[in-house]
Nanobody
Framework: QVRLVESGGGLVQAGGSLRLSCAAP????????MGWYRQAPGKQRELVAG?????STNFADSVKGRFTVSRDKNTVYLQMNALKPEDTAVYYC?????????WGQGTQVTVSS
């Protein structure tokens, strides 16, 4: 079983920044794709950003130009700038490999107006 540990969520004012981190401690497997999803109350979980082991990235249109994603082996980061109240959600780390789709426990991000 793959364990993903997230950190970095919290409360921030609109226009502020947060950095999320997600690691797979002790994991010896590799993840061709890692990324971040989010789920706001009453909404479906949506992709925020993804990054491959080769460094290719993709972003939701709503975060392009404000968020960046990076990784160092099996640790993935999400740098969130110019945050908006509509970015408020639980953010989930995701890692994909041949064993399947793996999820973190989620970290709350709240942006106040």
């Amino acid at each position: 079983q793959v364990r993903l540990v997230e950190s970095g969520g919290g409360l921030v004012q609109a226009g502020g920044s947060l950095r999320l981190s997600c690691a797979a401690p002790g994991s010896i497997v590799s993840f061709p794709t890692m990324g971040w999803y989010r789920q706001a109350p009453g909404k479906q979980r949506e992709l925020v950003a993804g990054i491959t082991s080769g460094g290719s990235t993709n972003f939701a249109d709503s975060v392009k130009g404000r968020f960046t994603v990076s990784r160092d082996k099996n640790t993935v980061y999400l740098q969130m700038n110019a945050l908006k109240p509509e970015d408020t959600a639980v953010y989930y780390c995701n890692a994909v490999n041949s064993w399947g789709n793996h999820w973190g426990q989620g970290t709350q991000v709240t942006v106040s107006s």
